[in-house]
């Protein structure tokens, strides 16, 4: 049996998302040293090693070429030679690990052409995100690094469901756009993973508000609303050259909230790229003029809620009552919604139904009859939630009761068959007829709830 093969790729915006959230993901681990001021060009050479690298695994089309694997090898070529003057002798582990990860991932590029390679590349640059999110020196100023992320992996996996669908009209002849809905389908899958999260956040116990995390444990910085750590830290798990360590500086980290001034201090850090800075800024002053704006309102919420707690003092015991009252009324509301689920009147009454016609074998003052055995079978049926309207007559009702209680169709259309004989027909039932029909109530009051779930709709279909 042949194995499955990945989707080829050939659609190019499919490699400029994978080439955004690789690239990201590296200026995410950039942006931790962005005090030595080797950001930019750390950016600019991870930036062209991802281009140059998914720039040759776009050109083979979906088949895996000589030249491609030759530039494979190049790659991981530099990258050795990297690893070995660079990245241990600068950062050590594990940070030079991660890079030989990316450069791992770069030698990759060369050759991607199917979607089971899109994959792992966005799982590499998933573990690199992950990295530098959970890493001390990583703050809320990632943002502006991990929310682009977020958009260029959506992109990248719906560029590639293009892509797909795209080969798969090619596969049928016909000229069709399947782009077109692209930016859409991008715009809505960001937004749902950003409300899911912010949904996460809101139902997340939190040791106090302005965190996003309980810290405690926790090695990384990123859900701190606050000043970063001092860059002075020791060198405390084998990173070398920048002093990154795990353990810092043994100091507290800020709890507080964030404020204007250590947004503007942000702003002021050394290395910041000048957009950032200015958006900082800019975000900022915006921040100053709504609180500002909002002052007033703040002023007139906090009177308006200082007034409420001086008249629940005033009117407790009115407040308690009334909140009992309504307690109560919840209760009986709820009660009566129960009762309504348990029916208890039409339980008993098919209870008594088979207490009279089985072990009886009578009902009321004379000896039942084919009428008593059929609105006794009703009943039951009503009890399990399918009820029969008065607009239906026997057939249609035999129609429902087969399809929903399809391991009991053979009896139900007996004791209809022998009710119709009884109610339309000539003759009266004979005992043994009678009798018979005491059997399949006997059998249906018995098994009505077994396999159930064979059945279809619960609830009568009206036509």
Not at 194 to 205: E, I, K, M, N
Request: contains cysteine; charged residues 15%.
């Amino acid at each position: 049996m042949k194995a499955a093969t990945s989707p080829v790729l050939s659609y190019f915006p499919v490699y400029v998302g994978l080439f955004a959230a690789l690239t990201l993901a590296a200026i995410c681990n950039a942006f931790l040293d962005i005090q030595y001021g080797a950001f930019r060009f750390e950016v600019l050479l991870w930036s062209l090693l991802f281009a140059f690298t998914l720039w040759r695994g776009w050109r083979q089309q979906g088949e895996v070429s000589a030249g491609g694997k030759k530039a494979q090898k190049l790659v991981l070529l530099l990258g050795l030679l990297l690893t070995v003057v660079v990245f241990i002798p600068m950062w050590g582990f594990p940070r030079a690990g991660l890079a030989m990860l990316l450069m791992l991932q770069a030698a990759q590029n060369c050759v991607s052409v199917t979607r089971r390679q899109l994959h792992l590349g966005l799982l590499v640059s998933l573990v690199a995100v992950m990295f530098a999110a959970s890493h001390y020196r990583a703050d809320w100023t990632m943002l502006f690094y991990l929310l682009p992320y977020i958009v260029a992996v959506v992109f990248s996996l719906v560029c590639e469901q293009i892509n797909r669908r795209t080969h798969e009209v090619r596969r049928e002849g016909l000229k069709l756009g399947v782009a077109g809905g692209q930016g859409a389908a991008i715009a809505f899958a960001t937004a749902l993973i950003l409300l899911s999260g912010a949904l996460l956040y809101s139902v997340t116990p939190q040791v106090s508000w302005p965190n996003w995390f309980w810290s405690y444990g926790q090695p990384g910085n990123l859900g701190k609303l606050g000043d970063l750590p001092s860059s002075g830290l020791g060198n405390q798990n084998g990173d070398s050259g920048n002093g990154q360590g795990q353990a810092g500086d043994g100091g507290a980290m800020p709890g507080g909230g964030l404020s204007i001034a250590d947004m503007r201090e942000a702003a002021r850090r050394p290395g910041m790229p000048g957009w950032q800075a200015s958006s900082i800024n800019t975000l900022a002053d915006m921040v100053e003029s709504v609180g500002k704006l909002m002052q007033p309102v703040r002023l007139k919420l906090d009177e308006l809620w200082e007034a409420f707690k001086e008249w629940l003092k005033q009117h407790q015991q009115a407040v308690a009552l009334a909140t009992l009252a309504l307690l109560a009324l919840a209760l009986l509301v709820a009660a009566r919604k129960f009762i309504q689920e348990l029916r208890p009147v039409i339980w008993l009454r098919v209870h008594y139904d088979y207490l009279a016609l089985v072990y009886l074998r009578r009902f009321a003052a004379g000896q039942p009859t084919a009428l008593h055995y059929y609105a006794a079978m009703q009943r039951l049926f009503d009890l399990h939630e399918l009820e029969r309207p008065p607009a239906a007559n026997t057939r249609e009702y035999l129609a429902s009761l087969s399809q929903q209680f399809r391991h009991l169709r053979i009896e139900v259309k007996t004791f209809t068959l022998l009710f119709e004989q009884a109610r339309y027909g000539n003759q009266a039932l004979t005992a043994a007829e009678l009798t018979r029909m005491g059997d399949i109530y006997r059998h249906m009051f018995r098994h009505v709830d077994v396999l159930n779930t064979l059945g279809a709709s619960s609830a009568w279909q009206k036509t």
